[in-house]
């Protein structure tokens, strides 16, 4: 059994979901000037509400900052088959987003450069990056 | 502040629970900790649970769950969707309004029917994180990455700490996971969520516990050896894990200092389900393991019952004080996404 809840996703994670919708990652500037993404809907230090008028576009390709394996693919991740989780910060950006990392283990690294995947279509849902890949060299 | 002292505790031993429901573990618990007291759930100023509906999968399962106290005559209760240590704050804090003397903790949970590691997606943020469902030994893997890439600490470290888990869980009759195993075979163990092992990560533990708690006069007639809470404070860090740094815990930290951690702590039990988390923790709060006995109950590590081992920390540091083995003893809890809300409390001994 589920409840049907319907969510309303709030000023500044709606924008940043339409942005996705328009294949564009936004970040909030913070009070202490780092850029964040995602973006908050609160300020973490001074828990000030973000202005959605603030948020700026940052890269779609970045550093990875940590990453995983998972061994045991559950329903509604990324992919189906063993996978790698990475946090990445894009550029632009000062923190890391989590997806999911399309690369075969033995070439993941802390540091590696990977990019943002889009899915064929794009709604305004995380989603819409179906993952990150190897920037090609 | 009124002084609130732990007069009893009791806990179930960890395990796969095949045929008992939540309730039917939690009563016996509920009897042994109310024995030594001479009272009943009747006589309790405040009763209150800790739990986790998403671990029954059934909402106000919490409810059902009152049977194992007997809410009739109508009790004054109250339930956190948290572990238990979570619960004994809000107890503390309803002892302060002065006007009860009383108050019973109790905590459950069956991890074992489901997939706990796909449950705990659920207290994700629930719009760019939880649809993804990154399980807990995923996103734990992340952090122990982050921190074995700062050079803080080795892989030997983390195998150090999971062959002293299983070491001290050999004189914990309530673990679930023990033995001696050296670290050097440790290491060998296949790669599981890269960069843990499979023994890096918790068991899957059904259990429960249960605590009394009394104010000032009210401690001493129930209990020749009350364990006094000297300090109780909760912090919280930024949601998103991208955010914040996982190789710290400033929350930790900031809980230890308010709660009035020192350095003379004879016991530190921690609520670290994930090896590298203990070495987190140790450093946030400042402990020294050449005078501080880490986790002498094998932790998290050795049983991780979701929902009741913070409480069990709490208890099992208070047990061995109460057993003589030290005078002073910081118990720490934990909740949310790789050590996100942490809970410390300093525990003195009668003196």
Redesign the interface.
């Known amino acids: 059994m589920e409840f049907a809840y319907t969510r309303s996703t709030g000023p500044v994670v709606g924008a940043f979901l339409t942005g996705l919708r328009d294949r564009k990652v936004l970040g909030a500037k913070d009070s202490t000037g780092r850029t964040v993404v995602p973006p908050p809907e609160y300020d973490a230090s001074s828990a000030a509400p973000i202005e959605a008028s603030t948020l700026v576009e940052v890269g779609q390709e970045g550093t990875v900052t940590s990453w995983s394996w998972n061994p045991v693919p559950r329903l509604g991740n990324p992919f189906d088959v063993p996978f790698a989780w990475a946090l990445v910060r894009l550029d632009g950006a000062d923190t890391s987003l989590l997806h999911a990392l399309d690369a075969p283990r033995d070439t993941i690294t802390t540091g590696m450069r990977v990019k943002v995947r889009w899915a064929a279509e794009t709604v305004g849902f995380i989603n819409d990056i179906a993952c990150f890949e190897p920037v090609a060299s | 502040m009124r002084d609130v002292a732990i007069v009893s505790f009791a806990q179930h031993a960890s395990r796969r629970e095949e045929s008992r429901n939540e309730i039917e573990i939690l009563l016996p618990v509920v009897r042994e900790a109310l024995a030594p007291t001479g009272l009943t759930s009747q006589d309790m100023g405040f009763t209150i649970s800790g739990s986790s509906d998403y671990l029954a999968g059934q909402a106000f399962a919490f409810v059902q769950a009152l049977d194992a106290v007997g809410p009739w005559p109508p009790i004054s209760e109250s339930h956190v969707e948290m572990d238990g240590a979570f619960a004994l704050y809000e107890a503390w804090v309803r002892l302060q309004h002065g006007d009860i003397d009383t108050a019973l903790v109790y905590c459950f949970g069956k991890s074992s029917p489901g ?1 706990v ?2 449950v705990l ?1 659920l207290q994700l943020e ?4 939880g ?5 807990a030994v ?2 734990a ?6 921190l074995l ?1 700062a050079g803080q600490v080795t892989e030997k470290d983390l195998a150090r700490v999971v062959a002293r888990s299983r070491r001290n869980a050999l004189g914990n009759p309530y673990a679930q996971l023990r033995g001696e195993y050296d670290e050097a075979s440790l290491l060998e163990e296949p ?6 092992r499979m023994h890096d990560c918790p068991p899957v533990s059904d259990g429960a516990a249960v605590m009394v708690l009394a104010a000032g006069d009210r401690a001493r007639e129930l209990s020749e050896h009350p364990v006094w809470i000297r300090g109780i404070d909760h912090r919280i860090d ?6 914040r740094d ?1 190789t710290t815990s400033p929350s930790t930290r900031l809980a230890g200092q308010k709660a009035g951690v020192t350095k003379d702590i004879d016991i530190a039990e921690l609520h670290a389900p994930f090896s590298h988390q203990e070495l987190i923790l140790t450093d946030a709060l400042g402990l020294d393991e050449t005078t501080t006995t880490i986790n002498p109950s094998g932790g998290a590590l050795a049983s991780n019952p979701v929902m009741v081992a913070g409480l069990v920390r709490i208890g099992e540091a208070a047990m061995r004080l109460q057993a003589g083995e030290g005078h002073r003893a910081v118990a720490h809890a934990t909740s949310g996404p790789l050590l996100q809300q942490n809970l410390v409390c300093v525990l003195e001994g009668q003196s």
């Open positions: 997939d590691a796909r997606s629930p719009y760019v994180l649809p993804l469902w990154p399980d995923s996103l893997a992340l952090q122990a990455r982050a890439d790669l599981y969520a890269d960069p843990l930024i949601q998103a894990p991208g955010s996982l």
